[in-house]
């Protein structure tokens, strides 16, 4: 079946300082990759939209800069988050999927949380 | 762009009793839609994908009702059982433009008393 793995499932940074975090796709091939975030007490934001041989789209209030994406190939995908503060903490997703199909596949998430 | 709100934020039933949960959305052009649960510390589970010809549409232990008049999405849970205590979200994507992205609602906790 289609998985997603994400790592790591949780993480610690300093504020002001980065993390990446990653996602696997299995048993598909992952042409679309969504990152979202979902803050606490809040739903699930979208933070860009990373097609494979075209331009990420950020959504508004997300940029590059920030959240730098790489989609190097069909299975694997990076974000990640530079320059994190307290704003920054909270859980992030990613779903990927194929061009068979039209929804998305889901990880676990990775958590994140600046101090 | 697409809206969708969702309702109640929070719901409290007793076990054996029924659960509602309903999203509103705003653009007609929604294809597809999709019901998550997010268990505590957990991601999301996909609980029933929705195409729009469907109005409805029945899973393990729950129904989920597609009125596009209304554009209206409801998950209905039978008989809940603490177990189906969690954080549930309903998600709209549209197909034009072939991305599929889900837009989501803002959650509903649920929590299931014995």
């Known amino acids: 079946g289609a998985l997603v793995y994400q790592y790591p499932r949780r993480t610690i940074c300093k504020s002001g300082t980065s993390m990446r975090m990653e996602c696997q796709a299995v048993?598909?091939?992952?042409?679309?990759v969504a990152w979202y975030r979902q803050s606490p007490q809040k739903t699930f934001e979208l933070i860009a939209l990373s097609t494979v041989n075209s331009a990420i789209k950020y959504e508004q209030n997300f940029t590059q800069e920030k959240f730098p994406i790489s989609h190097p190939n069909l299975s694997f995908s990076s974000m990640t988050v530079l320059n994190a503060y307290l704003e920054d903490r909270g859980l992030y997703l990613c779903?990927?999927?194929?061009?068979?199909?039209?929804?998305?596949?889901f990880g676990s998430g990775t958590r994140l949380l600046v101090i | 762009g697409e809206q969708v709100e969702q309702r109640p934020p929070h719901l409290s039933v007793r076990e054996g009793d029924s659960a509602v949960i309903i999203c509103t959305y705003t653009?007609?052009?929604?294809?597809?839609f999709f019901w998550y649960k997010q268990e505590p510390g957990a991601g999301l589970q996909l609980l029933m994908k929705v195409f729009s010809s469907t109005e409805i549409n029945e899973g393990q232990g729950f129904t989920v009702l597609l009125n596009k008049k209304d554009k209206q999405l409801s998950l209905n849970l039978t008989a809940a059982h603490p177990g189906d205590s969690a954080v549930y979200f309903c998600?709209?994507?549209?197909?034009?433009?072939?991305?599929?992205?889900?837009?989501f609602g803002k959650g509903t906790s649920l929590v299931v008393h014995p």
């Open positions: 048993g598909f091939q992952a042409t679309s």
């Open positions: 779903g990927a999927r194929d061009p068979g199909h039209s929804d998305y596949t």
């Open positions: 653009d007609p052009n929604s294809y597809y």
């Open positions: 998600a709209v994507s549209e197909a034009s433009g072939g991305n599929y992205k889900p837009t």
